[in-house]
């Protein structure tokens, strides 16, 4: 049965208010109230969202989702979990650069049983920020999130966390990665990882470039096309912001 999502997750506002009783207004004026999703930087009506039927979905995001930002972006973290599943057919571990906080890892380890599966999950970053740093600063960078992703995954013996700067962190990358996604926030980065690891995927194996579509990061999407035209490959920007490319 389709229900509905609404929260107060969005950037790049000039009037917050404003924008809020526009969606309202927008929610008002539908005949069917239900299928309704208003969330980071995505207003859309008469859909499925069959995600918030997921009950595994739905119970591995509610435990791990607590911040504001983290419950925002259910339909990105619900397009990750896609993306994983179809992978779990395919011979090859998991990969994540640009983990943060690790909250979206770890419900897509969740949601799939990865202990079950034998697959292992790489989780990469940096953990902190200066201004040196080619990637912008989060509000949790700093001195002890390393460690404290360490702990949100030591139940997890299968999942791997390094820190550090992409690609020289890569040496213990699996040989190959049947699932990976990219939040770099930084087309040099990016193309570096994908430099280093995309022809570990094999066929079928599944991409996601989780700031690929969004406006402000335009580098990222100039850098990222240019360098698939090169070998062949379309990526599909999701209205999520997302991109998507199958090996």
């Avoid at 969740?110 to 902190?128: H, I, M, P």
């Avoid at 989060?138 to 460690?147: I, K, S, T």
Wanted: glycine letters at 8%; hydrophobic letters at 45%.
């Amino acid at each position: 049965m389709a229900k509905s999502f609404n929260s107060n997750f969005f950037y790049q506002l000039s009037n917050f208010e404003l924008f809020r009783h526009g969606v309202e207004a927008i929610y008002k004026a539908l005949r069917v109230k239900d299928g309704f999703f208003a969330s980071d930087g995505l207003v859309a009506y008469w859909r499925n969202l069959g995600f918030l039927d997921d009950e595994a979905f739905v119970a591995a995001h509610k435990r791990n989702a607590v911040e504001g930002h983290e419950k925002g972006i259910i339909w990105r973290t619900a397009t990750l979990v896609w993306a994983a599943r179809q992978a779990l057919k395919l011979d090859g571990d998991f990969v994540e650069c640009g983990c943060y906080k690790g909250v979206s890892a770890r419900i897509v380890a969740e949601t799939v049983d990865l202990a079950s599966t034998g697959k292992r999950f790489f989780l990469y970053d940096l953990f902190e920020h200066d201004e040196a740093m080619p990637h912008h600063a989060m509000p949790e960078h700093g001195p002890d999130l390393y460690q404290r992703t360490l702990e949100r995954f030591a139940d997890m013996p299968n999942v791997v966390v390094t820190k550090g700067l992409i690609p020289d962190t890569l040496a213990n990358a699996p040989d190959k990665i049947a699932f990976m996604h990219i939040d770099m926030n930084n087309a040099r980065g990016e193309i570096a990882a994908l430099e280093h690891l995309f022809d570990r995927m094999p066929p079928g194996g599944v991409l996601v470039l989780d700031d690929y579509g969004q406006l402000g990061y335009r580098d990222q999407f100039d850098a990222e096309n240019a360098w698939f035209a090169a070998r062949g490959y379309h990526v599909l920007e999701s209205p999520t912001g997302q991109g998507l490319v199958i090996k």
